[in-house]
C-alpha cells in the first residue's frame, strides 16, 4: 500500500511540475504568452519581463519533478512551488479586473496547489517524507 501512495504521490508531483513547465514555452515563443495570458506585449520590456517569468516557472516546474524521485529535494521543491503558485492567485485574486485568460491561470494554479498538497501528503505518509 506504501508504494501505491508513493508512485500516485510522485505521479502528482510531476504532474504539478508539467502544469509550470508548460508555460516556459512562452520564453520562446511571446506568442505563446499571448495566448495564454490574453495580453498583447506592447514593449520590449514588458516582453523581457513575461519571457523571464516563463522560465522561472519552468525552473520551478522542473525542480517540482525532480524532487518526485529525489526525496532530499522534496521540502524545497514544494515550498518553492507552492509560494510560486500561492502568490500568482493572491496577485490575481486582488488585483482587479483581470481579464478572463488570467482567471483561468489562477483556476489552474488553484487546482495545481491542491495537487502538491494531495502530492506532498502522498509521499510523506509512504514513509519517505516530504
Avoid at 20 to 43: K, T, W
Avoid at 86 to 110: H, I, K, M, W, Y
Wanted: net charge positive; charged share 15%.
Amino acid at each position: 500500500m506504501q508504494s501505491r501512495r508513493k508512485r500516485l504521490g510522485q505521479a502528482l508531483l510531476v504532474a504539478v511540475g508539467l502544469i509550470n513547465v508548460v508555460p516556459g514555452a512562452g520564453a520562446v515563443s511571446p506568442g505563446a504568452m499571448r495566448s495564454a495570458y490574453g495580453v498583447e506585449v506592447g514593449s520590449a520590456d514588458l516582453e523581457v519581463l513575461l519571457r523571464h517569468r516563463a522560465v522561472l516557472l519552468a525552473l520551478a516546474g522542473a525542480f517540482v519533478i525532480v524532487s518526485a524521485f529525489r526525496p532530499a529535494l522534496r521540502r524545497a521543491a514544494i515550498a518553492g512551488g507552492a509560494v510560486s503558485m500561492g502568490s500568482f492567485l493572491l496577485l490575481a485574486l486582488t488585483t482587479t479586473p483581470v481579464n478572463e485568460q488570467v482567471l483561468r491561470v489562477a483556476q489552474v494554479d488553484a487546482a495545481a496547489l491542491l495537487l502538491l498538497a494531495v502530492g506532498a501528503a502522498l509521499v510523506r505518509t509512504s514513509g519517505e517524507g516530504a
